[in-house]
Protein backbone atom coordinates (compact mmCIF):
# COMPACT_ATOMS: atom_id res chain seq x y z
CA UNK A 1 0.00 0.00 0.00
CA UNK A 2 1.15 3.38 -1.21
CA UNK A 3 1.43 5.79 2.08
CA UNK A 4 -0.80 9.03 1.91
CA UNK A 5 0.96 11.75 1.45
CA UNK A 6 -1.21 14.55 3.14
CA UNK A 7 -0.55 14.06 6.88
CA UNK A 8 2.93 15.10 7.02
CA UNK A 9 1.95 17.69 4.70
CA UNK A 10 -0.81 19.26 6.04
CA UNK A 11 1.80 19.43 9.14
CA UNK A 12 4.27 21.37 7.55
CA UNK A 13 1.07 23.92 6.32
CA UNK A 14 -0.22 23.88 10.00
CA UNK A 15 3.19 25.24 10.75
CA UNK A 16 3.74 27.54 8.37
CA UNK A 17 0.30 29.18 8.67
CA UNK A 18 1.37 32.40 10.66
CA UNK A 19 4.88 32.38 10.56
CA UNK A 20 6.12 35.94 11.32
CA UNK A 21 9.56 36.60 9.54
CA UNK A 22 10.85 37.13 13.01
CA UNK A 23 11.69 33.64 12.83
CA UNK A 24 13.02 32.74 9.34
CA UNK A 25 16.60 33.33 10.75
CA UNK A 26 16.07 30.62 13.45
CA UNK A 27 18.17 27.51 13.40
CA UNK A 28 17.04 24.42 12.59
CA UNK A 29 18.38 20.59 13.38
CA UNK A 30 19.72 20.54 9.63
CA UNK A 31 22.81 21.88 10.77
CA UNK A 32 22.83 24.14 7.23
CA UNK A 33 19.38 25.13 7.03
CA UNK A 34 17.96 28.32 8.94
CA UNK A 35 14.07 28.37 9.02
CA UNK A 36 13.84 30.58 5.40
CA UNK A 37 16.85 27.85 3.75
CA UNK A 38 14.10 24.95 4.80
CA UNK A 39 11.07 26.26 3.53
CA UNK A 40 12.88 27.47 0.16
CA UNK A 41 13.94 23.82 0.12
CA UNK A 42 10.55 22.46 0.82
CA UNK A 43 8.99 24.77 -2.53
CA UNK A 44 11.85 23.68 -4.45
CA UNK A 45 11.10 19.97 -3.34
CA UNK A 46 6.87 20.57 -3.82
CA UNK A 47 7.56 21.29 -6.86
CA UNK A 48 10.10 19.13 -8.34
CA UNK A 49 8.33 15.93 -6.84
CA UNK A 50 5.12 17.15 -8.04
CA UNK A 51 6.48 17.49 -11.40
CA UNK A 52 8.23 13.60 -10.99
CA UNK A 53 5.22 12.37 -9.92
CA UNK A 54 3.58 13.49 -13.28
CA UNK A 55 6.79 11.63 -15.30
CA UNK A 56 7.69 15.67 -16.85
CA UNK A 57 11.69 15.98 -17.31
CA UNK A 58 13.42 19.36 -17.24
CA UNK A 59 15.24 21.40 -14.81
CA UNK A 60 12.52 20.88 -11.84
CA UNK A 61 13.54 17.05 -12.18
CA UNK A 62 16.99 17.28 -14.36
CA UNK A 63 18.88 19.39 -11.38
CA UNK A 64 20.42 17.51 -8.46
CA UNK A 65 20.49 19.03 -4.99
CA UNK A 66 23.72 21.13 -3.74
CA UNK A 67 25.01 24.50 -3.82
CA UNK A 68 23.83 27.36 -2.17
CA UNK A 69 20.58 27.47 -1.19
CA UNK A 70 18.35 29.56 -4.03
CA UNK A 71 16.65 32.80 -1.63
CA UNK A 72 13.38 32.23 -0.59
CA UNK A 73 10.02 33.41 -2.52
CA UNK A 74 8.75 36.49 -1.20
CA UNK A 75 5.52 34.56 -2.20
CA UNK A 76 6.45 31.60 -0.59
CA UNK A 77 3.37 31.89 2.09
CA UNK A 78 0.90 31.03 -0.96
CA UNK A 79 3.42 29.52 -2.89
CA UNK A 80 4.24 26.52 -0.66
CA UNK A 81 0.51 25.45 0.95
CA UNK A 82 -0.27 25.55 -2.68
CA UNK A 83 2.22 23.36 -4.15
CA UNK A 84 1.85 20.92 -0.74
CA UNK A 85 -1.77 20.77 -2.07
CA UNK A 86 -0.75 19.81 -5.09
CA UNK A 87 1.51 17.25 -4.25
CA UNK A 88 -0.93 15.19 -2.34
CA UNK A 89 -2.99 15.36 -5.23
CA UNK A 90 -0.34 13.94 -7.45
CA UNK A 91 0.86 11.17 -5.57
CA UNK A 92 -2.61 9.97 -4.98
CA UNK A 93 -3.29 9.03 -8.22
CA UNK A 94 -1.92 5.21 -9.04
CA UNK A 95 0.31 6.22 -12.05
CA UNK A 96 2.35 8.35 -9.98
CA UNK A 97 3.95 5.08 -8.39
CA UNK A 98 4.45 3.19 -11.56
CA UNK A 99 6.83 3.30 -13.82
CA UNK A 100 10.17 5.58 -13.38
CA UNK A 101 10.88 8.90 -12.73
CA UNK A 102 13.58 11.72 -11.62
CA UNK A 103 13.65 14.39 -9.53
CA UNK A 104 17.40 15.57 -7.62
CA UNK A 105 18.98 14.51 -11.07
CA UNK A 106 18.23 10.70 -9.89
CA UNK A 107 16.17 8.18 -11.94
CA UNK A 108 14.49 5.81 -9.74
CA UNK A 109 11.45 3.17 -10.03
CA UNK A 110 8.59 5.63 -8.79
CA UNK A 111 7.40 3.54 -6.14
CA UNK A 112 10.97 4.32 -4.39
CA UNK A 113 10.83 7.90 -5.48
CA UNK A 114 7.34 8.54 -4.12
CA UNK A 115 8.89 6.86 -0.63
CA UNK A 116 11.71 9.72 -0.57
CA UNK A 117 9.14 12.21 -1.24
CA UNK A 118 7.39 10.99 1.91
CA UNK A 119 10.01 10.75 3.73
CA UNK A 120 11.00 13.96 3.02
CA UNK A 121 7.66 15.67 4.05
CA UNK A 122 7.92 13.68 7.43
CA UNK A 123 11.50 15.10 8.95
CA UNK A 124 11.11 18.64 7.22
CA UNK A 125 7.54 18.54 9.10
CA UNK A 126 9.84 17.58 12.47
CA UNK A 127 12.34 19.39 11.87
CA UNK A 128 10.02 22.72 11.17
CA UNK A 129 8.61 22.20 14.29
CA UNK A 130 11.78 21.52 16.66
CA UNK A 131 12.77 24.88 15.40
CA UNK A 132 9.47 26.75 15.90
CA UNK A 133 9.33 25.48 19.25
CA UNK A 134 6.16 23.72 18.44
CA UNK A 135 4.25 20.21 18.33
CA UNK A 136 4.43 17.65 15.57
CA UNK A 137 1.83 15.39 15.53
CA UNK A 138 2.12 12.64 12.33
CA UNK A 139 -0.06 9.54 11.42
CA UNK A 140 1.32 6.68 12.65
CA UNK A 141 1.00 5.27 9.46
CA UNK A 142 3.74 7.48 7.76
CA UNK A 143 5.71 7.05 10.96
CA UNK A 144 5.93 2.92 10.15
CA UNK A 145 6.46 4.18 6.40
CA UNK A 146 9.26 6.12 6.65
CA UNK A 147 11.01 3.72 9.33
CA UNK A 148 10.39 1.02 7.09
CA UNK A 149 12.00 3.11 3.97
CA UNK A 150 15.13 4.09 6.57
CA UNK A 151 15.44 0.72 7.88
CA UNK A 152 15.24 -1.57 4.32
CA UNK A 153 15.81 -5.00 4.22
CA UNK A 154 19.48 -5.90 3.44
CA UNK A 155 18.77 -8.46 1.01
CA UNK A 156 16.33 -5.54 -1.24
CA UNK A 157 18.15 -5.26 -4.52
CA UNK A 158 16.17 -2.22 -5.72
CA UNK A 159 16.50 -0.44 -2.09
CA UNK A 160 17.68 3.52 -1.75
CA UNK A 161 21.13 3.49 0.25
CA UNK A 162 18.95 5.64 2.70
CA UNK A 163 22.66 5.81 4.87
CA UNK A 164 24.38 7.95 2.07
CA UNK A 165 21.06 10.33 2.32
CA UNK A 166 21.32 11.52 6.09
CA UNK A 167 23.79 11.68 8.69
CA UNK A 168 24.81 8.62 10.66
CA UNK A 169 21.69 7.21 12.73
CA UNK A 170 21.68 8.88 16.12
CA UNK A 171 21.13 5.84 19.02
CA UNK A 172 18.14 6.13 21.18
CA UNK A 173 16.95 4.32 24.39
CA UNK A 174 14.72 1.70 24.04
CA UNK A 175 11.73 2.99 25.00
CA UNK A 176 12.01 5.82 22.64
CA UNK A 177 8.82 6.84 20.66
CA UNK A 178 8.43 5.94 16.93
CA UNK A 179 8.66 9.82 15.81
CA UNK A 180 12.30 9.80 18.01
CA UNK A 181 13.26 6.45 16.63
CA UNK A 182 12.38 7.70 12.95
CA UNK A 183 14.02 10.99 13.32
CA UNK A 184 16.89 9.61 14.70
CA UNK A 185 17.94 7.39 12.07
CA UNK A 186 17.44 9.68 9.65
CA UNK A 187 20.59 11.28 11.70
CA UNK A 188 18.62 13.92 14.20
CA UNK A 189 18.99 13.94 17.90
CA UNK A 190 15.63 13.73 18.90
CA UNK A 191 16.09 15.87 21.60
CA UNK A 192 17.20 18.53 19.73
CA UNK A 193 16.33 22.08 21.12
CA UNK A 194 17.09 25.57 19.41
CA UNK A 195 20.06 27.11 20.86
CA UNK A 196 19.21 29.65 24.11
CA UNK A 197 20.54 32.53 24.69
Known sequence: MTPDLQPPAAAIAGLVAGL????????????????RDLLSHLVGLTAAFRAAGHKE???LTATAPGGPMP???????MILPRQLDELVDTWREPGAWKGITRAGGVTLPAEIMGLVCHNELVLHAWDLARALGREYAVDSANLETSMAFLTPAPDAEDAPDTQALFARAVPVTADATLLDRVVARAGRPPAWQPATA
Open 20 to 35: DDSRLDDPTPCTQYAV
Open 57 to 59: SGP
Open 71 to 77: PLDPDWR
